[in-house]
């Protein structure tokens, strides 16, 4: 059933969309302090904006399977606004990196803990499933 | 049923022997031009074909993301041909990286397009089953 | 039913935890080699460990696809099991690479063998389901 995934759905693709963002920044960056493709080396006003992109990059996918773990296992609705929060928070970790370092670091913080929450709630949900039908044990 | 996602399933599939192919030809670059792991520097030979792999490489999540969403709300069959022909784009993406920096932007573009394409059949496949599912309109 | 999938998401989730554990020692390694960001040169101790966990990064979206591609489309007990040897197997790549780029092969060979297997599993799971469905052949 569509309906039991298109919260999920829409989240992916505003984390799609986000993405989508960071790269034109890069794009930008590259213009605006003159670093032509292949070098990705440059004044650390440039490599911040890269690094902060590559960053959000690498964590995507991880993003991605805790969203939909959490989904599919716990709850959608709760997993889906967990969600909504860690994009934001990548917003704002990708605008305080494109300042400073140090501005990366409480939004960094933040979604780490987001994170950890749906580790947490895919944890729970998984296993729950793994006894109550493996194991044939209710445990909730 | 998967028969509702094999066309998705194979293009997938495609998708990751073509990233294998592209690590392929770093190794091969990486012999050819005697850069060494871990170091990632060398002539710009070596660097565009690196950085057209890590491109391909950045850009893979992204577009299983919205291969999925576009061919699972929207239609599957659709879905899977814009995935094929991204695939292609990516080919020549990769080669004409290597060849010039210049040689990726039309494949760039290309890419580029075709991914804006499937982000809006997602999109608009995903707002259908809220609208009707949750607001109990039929909008189409 | 979560019960054909709940395996693939134990698996998916040990996954995103062995990341997060790759990602919290190339912040220990930043701290001890005083590299700190967006720097991403050092001394080559530094190097391999940032490279290492950077190359599991790019590979996890594709482990990803093959295992649950595996996993739906030929069997989910035996996708898991291919996937937590090749959890297993990215643990040793990292402590391999961590402590000299040679010390990467052998566990590297391993990885990517098991990878080529689950794309075996994937590609003979996806064709029967296209020839039996589209085709209407009982090819097994």
Redesign the interface.
Known sequence: M??N??LL??V??L???E??YFSLQVIGARRKYHV?????SGP?EF??V???Q?NC??Y???F???LW?SG??FHQGIAATCGLLYLFARYRYFKG?SAS?QG?LAPMYLNAGI?WFM?GL??VG?LH??FS??LELEVF
Request: cysteine-free; proline content about 10%; hydrophobic content about 55%.
């Open positions: 569509l309906a995934i298109v759905g829409g992916t693709l984390g799609v969309l993405q989508a032509s493709p292949p070098s990705t650390p490599e911040r890269f690094r902060a590559v990059a690498e995507f996918p991880i991605l399977a805790v773990l599919l296992f990196y370092p990366r994170l580790i895919s944890a998984i499933v793994l039908h493996f």
